[in-house]
């Protein structure tokens, strides 16, 4: 019932930099977080960013210092602006955002949470 759509991965040198975003539609009365995660080759997918829909961000430590997660709550649309991209961030880069639907259970407004399809990100030395 929601829908993540995300666009601006690529490919970019190391040094470079990459801005990703993820537009969210469908039955959604609020959403409270958006974020991004990752997922290397081999590796489990990690968490990169997250916002909260009052602008509290969190950030994993690899990235702190090099990427800035924002978002349009009127657009329901996060960004993740990445520089000085290293070729270790190379991965899938998934969109996730959680809230609330505009249809109803026994508990009040249904919660969801949901995943976009990816983007990938190489980053070449």
């Known amino acids: 019932q929601v829908r993540l759509e995300e666009s601006g991965g690529g490919l970019v040198q190391a040094g470079g930099s990459l801005r990703l975003s993820c537009a969210a539609s469908g039955s959604i009365f609020s959403i409270h977080t958006m974020g991004w995660f990752r997922q290397a080759p081999g590796k489990q997918r990690e968490l990169v960013a997250t916002?909260?829909?009052?602008?509290?961000?969190n950030y994993a430590d690899s990235v702190k210092g090099r990427s800035t997660i924002s978002r349009d709550n009127a657009k329901n649309t996060v960004y993740l602006e990445s520089n000085n991209l290293k070729p270790e961030d190379t991965a899938v880069y998934y969109c996730?955002?959680?809230?609330?639907?505009?249809?109803?259970?026994?508990?009040?407004?249904?919660?969801?949470?949901?995943w976009g399809q990816g983007t990938q990100v190489t980053v070449s030395s």
């Open positions: 996730n955002a959680n809230g609330k639907l505009t249809t109803w259970g026994p508990r009040g407004r249904t919660d969801f949470g949901s």
């Open positions: 916002i909260t829909s009052g602008g509290t961000a």
